[in-house]
């Protein structure tokens, strides 16, 4: 749920409850008339209803992982074998930036999946805010956010500056060590108008954007330095268009880019929900939207790619307040929501335009390296976009002349997680710390360690050791399964067994939305 829903309470519920009626009744006809492929009658809007404990006690689990992955002087630690790391970094420029998070089982700041991690965290509490209060699971969200944004905020000293990485990832994997004992050299990485990186710039406007919204109504001084940070990024990565691994090639070998179109849709519409500009609007539909967006062509949602997001969140502007827009603004907005249905459908397997490519075991598999990534980002937008459906009370979307309902989206979205949270071949819970049987040796330096030893950099037989590791990384999703569904748990098998902090911000999206039902806020603002 919203973080503006769950702090403005009755008056947004009333709302809610108003427009269900003005249109309860249509929308019972039609679904009279015209039956889903698995018809059911759609729940009433309103506030969260029960708690479904497994997804609850899955979400919980899954954030803990934020406070692992903290870089900085940590505050109110609760994970025993962490402690201060990272205290120096960004003092070769003259700032503080200590915060932020690793990125994996390394101890590198790559600024472009950071800011992903924020972007979709954002998301999640604005559209969940309120079921992850329900399930006692608000405030742990908004502290990784925030780590990530005070980061990000420090990152831009100037209008057309951005620091994109600290650490060198060449050194840094030539160690094996905990992120407390770190005595190497950290350099930085900055984009700049000469110096391009629009992509890099453009994840971070996105993130601000949507992170403004989420602390309007708690910080509101916070916010607005958040948005002004944020329309000073998007300015800098429209004007000075570049990738960021074209800049600097060697970057390629970790994140690298596909192309920063993307970015700059997904930042501009975070922005025009952020501040109702409709420039933002105008920038995503008519100026851009034909030649950035590959509308019609479904794609997969990573920290590459944000087409398929971006497809999503503005068929929330279709579905809630698309009466604001100009005819061509409208559209534009018509096609992202027929590119997003177009998403939705590639889905649900009994869909004629279903994606073929999934294990035996059910999950949507596109690729070996980091195998979960892509389908619990997949299910983390299927239940969003369910959710847009029963709120604005639509009972169906039709796939090739093949109707399914938003029940039906969030099967798919809970046949995912309950793949990865044990219900495949391996009876395996890919979610570290959740359930009795989860990975042991999950490629991670810190987890891998113990707290008192002495390695220095070269702590290689930790890596090497055949133990299950000292430390849990509680919260870490490891990368998954191969295609036939089995998974190797050795520490050396970073393919299938290293975490992220972008694949833990997706997947607590898709928990959040599946911990229990309720519509979602008609406003992100």
Known sequence: MGASKYTKGCCGW???????????????????????????????????????????????????????????????????????SALDDGKEAGLDLSKGMYDA??????????????????????????????????????????????????????????????????????CWERPEDMTEK????????????????AEAAAAMAAASLVFKSKDKDYSDTLIQHAQKLFTFADTYPGSYTVTYPKIQTYYNS?????????????????????????????????????????????WDDKRAGTQVLLSRVKFFSSKEASNAENNGLGMYRKTAEAV??????????????????????I???????????????????????????????????????????????????????????????????????????????????PVDANTGCKGFQWLTSTSPNPNVATGALVGGPFKNDSFIDSRNNSMQNEPSTYNSAVLVGLLSGLVTTSSVSLSLS
């Open 186 to 201: 950290r350099p930085l990485i900055k984009i700049d108008k000469n110096n391009p990186g629009s992509e890099v710039a």
């Open 258 to 302: 596909t192309g920063y179109h993307d970015e700059l849709l997904w930042a501009a519409s975070w922005l025009y929900h952020a501040t109702g500009d409709r420039q933002y609007l105008s920038y995503v539909t008519v100026k851009n939207g034909n030649s950035y967006a590959d509308w019609g062509r479904p794609t997969w949602f990573s």
């Open 367 to 449: 690729d070996e390296w980091n195998a979960l990534q892509h389908p619990v980002a997949a299910a983390f937008l299927a239940v969003v976009y369910s959710d847009y459906m029963l709120t604005t009370r639509t009972s169906e979307v039709s796939c090739s002349g093949q109707s399914f309902s938003p029940t039906d989206l969030r099967k798919f979205a809970a046949s995912q997680a309950d793949y990865l949270l044990g219900n495949n071949p391996m009876k395996m819970s890919y979610l570290v710390g959740y359930g009795d049987n989860y990975p042991q040796q999950v490629h991670h330096r810190g987890a891998s360690i």
């Open 14 to 84: 009333l709302i809610v409850v108003v427009v269900a009626a003005l249109v309860v009744t249509a929308g019972v006809v039609a679904i009279m008339k015209k039956r889903s492929h698995k018809s059911e009658p759609l729940p009433v809007p309103g506030p969260p209803g029960a708690i479904n404990q497994k997804y609850a006690n899955a979400l919980g689990t899954a954030l803990q992982f934020f406070q692992v992955q903290k870089a900085g002087k940590l505050v109110n630690n609760k994970i025993s074998w962490r402690g201060d």
């Open 105 to 174: 089982g390394d101890h590198m700041k790559f600024g472009f999946p950071m800011a992903f991690t924020a972007t979709v965290l954002a998301w999640s509490i604005l559209e969940y805010g309120d079921q992850m209060a329900a399930a006692k699971q608000l405030d742990p969200s908004l502290d990784a956010l925030k780590w990530i944004t005070d980061f990000l905020i420090n990152a831009h000293p100037s209008d057309n500056v951005l620091y994109i990485q600290v650490g060198d990832p060449d050194t840094d994997h030539k």
């Open 344 to 365: 939705v459908c590639g889905l649900l397997p009994d869909s004629p335009t279903a994606t073929t490519s999934r294990t035996s075991g059910g999950l949507v598999w």
